[in-house]
């Protein structure tokens, strides 16, 4: 992802949400062991590459 101005929150897991009104949240299951990803972009190809960078992220392996 390039870098764009984002809101970071951190109630409900980390959720970024970006100047167009795109968003990513990260989030621990409240009753499963798993980690959820949920992304809004303007295009299928912007949703997934906010949902790979999330997937990342939860793997502890996006390159900061």
């Known amino acids: 992802l390039e870098f764009r101005r984002v809101l970071f929150r951190s109630m409900d897991g980390l959720r970024l ?3 167009d009104v ?3 949240l990260v ?3 409240g009753t499963e ?3 959820r ?3 809004e ?3 299928v ?3 997934d590459e906010l949902l ?3 997937c990342a992220l939860a793997r502890g392996t996006y390159p900061l």
């Open 22 to 24: 795109t968003w990513l």
């Open 41 to 43: 972009g303007f295009s």
């Open 45 to 47: 190809e912007e949703r």
């Open 33 to 35: 062991p798993v980690v």
């Open 27 to 29: 989030r621990p299951s």
């Open 52 to 54: 790979d960078a999330g």
């Open 17 to 19: 949400s970006f100047e």
């Open 37 to 39: 990803v949920y992304a």
